[in-house]
C-alpha cells in the first residue's frame, strides 16, 4: 500500500471547526511538522477538506 506524507504548512487559527477537527485527527499540531498515512479514501478526504492548510507528498 502507498503512503503519503501530510505536512501542516498553515496555522488552523480563523479556520472553521470541522477543518480543526481534521487536522488533529491527521495528527498535525504545529506548522511544518508531518506525518505519514497510508493512502487511502478517508485519509484523502481528511486532507480534501483542509487542502489548503495542508502540502500532501508521495513517500516511497
Do not use: F, P, Y
Not at 487559527?13 to 511538522?33: S, W, Y
Amino acid at each position: 500500500m502507498a503512503k503519503i506524507k501530510v505536512t501542516l504548512v498553515k496555522s488552523t487559527i480563523g479556520a472553521l471547526v470541522k477543518q480543526k477537527a481534521n487536522v488533529a485527527a491527521l495528527g498535525l499540531k504545529k506548522i511544518g511538522k508531518s506525518k505519514i498515512h497510508e493512502d487511502n479514501a478517508v485519509i484523502r478526504g481528511m486532507i480534501n477538506v483542509v487542502n489548503h492548510l495542508v502540502k500532501v507528498e508521495s513517500v516511497d
